[in-house]
């Protein structure tokens, strides 16, 4: 059985809506997920707009259906990571964004994204962390033979997937499952844990 290790909800939190900048890269399902739980109020939070990186990414398009903007800004443009940042958190500012969340964003974040927020940059990771960080790890974790993986929150810092730990949830590895089967799974729960898991860290309990 699936387990998530935060509560279902999280009643704690008294503060203003949550102001939430995306950062996504592909298709963006996990930006769904978030906008469906503030729809139904169980994450007190505005969404200031959509940065991605990849011309035609399909988080466009769902950005548009939420009536949220959206921006591009491809880091082929930059010469470096730091100049690419520099343009996010630019944009960033001008949407009064507070938390930058990171929903399949495939880029590694730099000191010039990072310091302007602080402990409040999030990534959600296909895998139970420590474990498995970095590409692929849903295709490493089969190879590996592991009977349990998972999605792990965590607050970004500069070394890949290795930030404290916000909340994790497991997924257990079938006898048949291809990456596939096996990734799909794992997306179900990063959708139920991502939403929750930014409110969890709203409150300060993690």
Request: charged share 15%; hydrophobic share 45%; proline share 7%.
């Amino acid at each position: 059985m699936d387990v998530l290790t935060v509560p279902e909800h999280c009643p704690d939190y008294r503060g203003e809506p949550l102001r939430l900048g995306i950062l996504a890269s592909g298709k963006g399902s996990n930006f769904t997920a978030i906008v469906e739980a503030i729809s139904a109020q169980t994450l007190p939070a505005v969404i200031t707009g959509v940065i991605y990186n990849n011309p035609g990414a399909g988080v466009v398009q769902r950005a548009q259906a939420a009536g949220v903007k959206s921006h591009l800004i491809n880091h082929r443009d930059y010469p470096d990571r730091e100049s690419f940042d520099q343009d996010i958190v630019s944009t960033l500012k001008n949407w009064g964004t507070e938390w930058v969340v990171m929903a399949g964003w495939m880029r590694q974040a730099t000191e010039v994204l990072l310091k302007p927020f602080g402990a409040q940059v999030l990534n959600i990771h296909p895998s139970l962390l420590p474990a498995f960080p970095g590409i692929k790890a849903v295709e490493r974790a089969l190879a590996a033979g592991v009977k349990i993986t998972g999605c792990t929150v965590h607050r970004v810092v500069l070394a890949v997937d290795s930030g404290p730990i916000i909340a994790q949830a497991a997924v257990p590895v079938l006898p048949g499952d291809t990456v596939a089967s096996l990734h799909a799974r794992i997306q179900q729960q990063e959708h139920r844990l991502y939403p929750q898991a930014i409110l969890w860290a709203a409150v300060g309990n993690s």
